[in-house]
T-cell receptor, first 114, second 112 residues
């Protein structure tokens, strides 16, 4: 029972490089989202998706791109990495976006931009 | 989003009950009360949620005040593994219900 799987767990990039953070869930959940967590800031929503083919912006979308071609996968792309994107990234999923649905989180990707 | 207020930190002894309070005086009638916790170096973990009635599950109990302006997460017998930051979050219907708004939470320390 894998739940939400994020890869890689750690990554170091140079400024200007691009990369994709992977997120997959095996619970057939409609709703998926990406958060970043910075010290003293709590978790902030980057992008979210209410189903395959549908994505939307969260609070801090600049510098990130997403797509949802399948129900299971929701990758997050950094287009041109900047030091300000050094953070811990969490992917979450839930059955749908209704307010009574628990969200399930992955273990995170720790990203450092030099 | 309605705001929640939690103590910054609490301490407990192993195998004793823990009561984690949360105030949410501006809660609306359709807001669900959710609790998550985050262990060191892990992602947030769902604990429990409720609307009006008290709720129990295998992890914890949630006691909701009759006026719904406060709630208490109850861990019946704390273990060392329960040491974490606990977040009390309100989720309403419509509008921004698509996201969880995490505050600073309560850091729970469990002493052996």
């Amino acid at each position: 029972n894998a739940g939400v799987t994020q890869t890689p767990k750690f990554q170091v990039l140079k400024t200007g490089q691009s990369m994709t953070l992977q997120c997959a869930q095996d619970m057939n959940h409609e709703y998926m989202s990406w958060y970043r967590q910075d010290p003293g800031m709590g978790l902030r929503l980057i992008h979210y998706s209410v189903g395959a083919g549908i994505t939307d912006q969260g609070e801090v979308p600049n510098g990130y791109n997403v797509s949802r071609s399948t129900t299971e996968d929701f990758p997050l792309r950094l287009l041109s990495a900047a030091p300000s994107q050094t953070s811990v990234y969490f992917c979450a999923s839930s059955r749908n976006r209704e307010s009574n649905q628990p969200q399930h989180f992955g273990d995170g990707t720790r990203l450092s931009i030099l | 989003d309605a705001k929640t207020t939690q103590p910054n930190s609490m301490e407990s002894n192993e195998e004793e009950p823990v009561h984690l309070p949360c105030n949410h005086s501006t809660i609306s009638g359709t807001d669900y009360i959710h609790w998550y916790r985050q262990l060191p170096s892990q992602g947030p973990e769902y604990v429990i949620h409720g609307l009006t009635s008290n709720v129990n599950n295998r992890m914890a109990s949630l006691a909701i005040a009759e006026d719904r302006k406060s709630s208490t997460l109850i861990l019946h017998r704390a273990t060392l593994r329960d040491a974490a930051v606990y977040y009390c979050i309100l989720r309403g219907s419509g509008g921004s219900n698509y996201k969880l708004t995490f505050g600073k939470g309560t850091l729970l320390t469990v002493n052996p």
